[in-house]
């Protein structure tokens, strides 16, 4: 009864530490989240991508489990759809290492307590609970070992008298069906190498755990291994290559994807930055971090830990300790015990250095999120200690109990089992676990959560700015620069779940942080100041809330001609840096503008804000009676009257000096692609006086985003050439930057060149 006791006991732990509260902790909703959300809702929408080369390339099979629960819960749950994913990859991990390891070992009772102390780490916890792809990698990794071990350690039944021929006949039959059973799990072992592949780029280094556990049994039996070992390794590998060869020809065709993202692995590069091109500095440096992350300090950021907080609190610290000290006896010492748990010492240790060698060789060593593929041996080690611990326990009492009643040896073995000795074997174990969970839940769900600097690793001001923004877009049309406009958890929301509901980022954040201080800086639904941020928002059943442009406003600005006033935004630290809000008053010239500055739920500057009144682009008819309206009116239109040509105003035209010219062009029907402006200065002869060529708005306001009806206000500043004199020519047109091809006027002209300019100054 126990036996099922426990592991279901245990699979309820592991269940409550990572599904409760699941879409509040962590809080918002984190940059790479959104990037594997904006992935899973392209592939929801009919993509099918082999591998997903945007945010530093990564495999796509997560993703489509992503997008499946997307589908199921919809567009608008984006977080908890991807950290559900994340939960239960955990919680089956935990599973499979209780059965695989009590199977590797031979110790249901070791699979059990390994299961544990994985069910109530930190680490895992912590990855359990967030929506990216790091949390295969133990999965598949643990499967992998287990299918090797099955492919290498299973026996025919060997020792039958081989006198009778139907006694021959059944010890061939036995030795087939083994070798069955050894390619079956080859072939199992070859599928979950291939899948981690698929997954994670730590799935590459896996067959490196295979091949140095072949070639030690090979020296280790004199090579009599060598010939089951080479076959399960062809059979597992040729498995993996078969299953992998869709996404292989992929990166062959594409090197550079296969690349991308372990290029941040490079011990070479960690010696350069830190160890003044030291390697051999380099190393002793990031082995040290690696071995202290156990004990002394860990992963720093607060995208993978509560910074600082090693693997392991003080009560499964003791058992780690405890167990990698049975483990180096095992490879190191001698006996018949000891051999026999050699070949899963060895086996641990090579799984162990191959599943940290990517934060070893890696910068901000020790990075938890490059090292989870060794997390199910981690646990493992801490296992056994708990496990010896509790044996050791009972093994005490026993010898207690023996010694009090008199009973001899075999009465103490039968002790062990039944009574307060039992107990006690059991007890003790169990509270070691107890206490594990109870440290993760109170750093996880206690310091972590309330630590200032996860408000912004979780993007929780971007969702505070979002909903800050929306709430303006009631009455004016919002425009955000593209630094934040094109940030992935933004841009999710924005373009992928507009209804997805917004009540107030930071209230959310604040129920659980709980800190006083905050009171009154929450930006709630409404946009203000203030509040507790229960009011407000789009929840479910509102109304779809106001899409938030993207541009940047230093150069151009749109207006959708709607009478309401426009309104454009930047981060405000990055405004700071550069002057930002007196670059755009600059580039505005005459109109007015009105200036804010919002503040974030910790009372830091979060968004710089300027409002252009509608009054400022008056009836966009001549005469010119409004700040923002052209000088020169033109209405020449381009692309089969796609894009119409409003009128312009230039500039004084003096020699090796910018000639600031701003094009009026508002857009009548959708265009083909991202055309390129052109304009173009010339002298006599045409010969070329000066040129500038972009896109709108920077590429900011591309023309495959314009909406019918909007005006778009367009600066350029080309240079005049310094031997301009008499008269310059100015020229405007469009192109396809593809393929060189101009979009033709309505008069069937290639460019517009309105009467020439006064060269001044000469």
Known sequence: MRRRIAPLAILLGTAALRLWRLGFVPPGFQFDEAHNAIDAARIVNGARPLFLAENGGREALLSYLHAAVLSALGLDHPALALRLVSAWIGIVTVAVVIVAVGRWTGRRALGRSSGAVLAVLYWHV??????????????????????????????????????????????????????????????????????????????????????????????ATGGRSARRDARALAVAGATALVLFAPLGLHFLRYPVLFTAHPSDVGLAAVAAKHFDGSIWRAIAGQLQAVAGMFFVAGDPSTFHNLPGRPVFDPLLALAFVVGAGVALAALVGRGRLVRRWREHAVLGSLWLIVGLLPTMLSDRAPNFSRATAALPVVAVLAGVGVWLIGAGVARGFAMAAQGRSGMGRAGARRARGAGSVGVAGLWVPLALVIGGAVFTARDYFGAFVRDPQVYYSYDVEKLDALAALRARAVDASVYLAPLWATHATIEYLNDYAVGAAERSASADFMADVGDASYAGRIIDASGEAGGDGEGGGSGDGAAVPPHIGQLDARQTLVYPDDGRDVIVAMPAREAAKSDWAATVRGFLGDAPST?????????????????????????????????????????????????????????????????????????????????????????????????????????????????GGEVIIDQYRPTLSAEATGQVTLCLGWYDAATGVRLSTNDGQDQFCPRPIEVVGR
């Open 595 to 707: 200036a804010e500055v919002l503040d974030d739920a910790q009372g830091q500057p979060l968004l710089s804000l300027l409002r252009v009144p509608a009054a400022a682009f008056g009836d966009l008819a001549p005469p010119t009676d409004a700040p923002l309206e052209p000088a020169v009116w033109t209405h020449v239109r381009f692309g089969g009257g796609a894009i119409d040509l409003l009128g312009f105003t230039a500039g004084a035209a003096r020699p090796g000096e910018v000639m600031p010219l701003t094009v009026v062009w508002r857009s009548l029907e959708p265009t083909a692609g991202n055309l390129t402006v052109f304009v173009h200065l010339t002298g006599p002869d045409d010969v070329s006086w000066g040129q500038s060529d972009r896109e709108p708005g920077q590429a900011s306001y591309r023309t495959g985003d314009w909406r």
């Open 126 to 219: 912590h990855f359990s609970r967030y929506g990216i792809r790091t949390i295969v990698a133990p999965l598949w990794a643990m499967l992998v070992v287990w299918a090797w071990w099955t492919a290498v350690r299973a026996r025919p039944p060997l020792g039958t008298p081989s006198s009778s021929s139907a006694l021959t006949l059944n010890v061939r039959m036995g030795r087939a069906g083994a070798r069955r059973s050894q390619d079956w799990a080859a072939i199992a072992c070859g599928v979950a190498l291939a899948a981690a592949a698929w997954s994670h780029p730590t799935g590459r280094l896996l067959p490196l755990i295979l091949i140095a556990h072949a070639l030690w049994r090979a020296a």
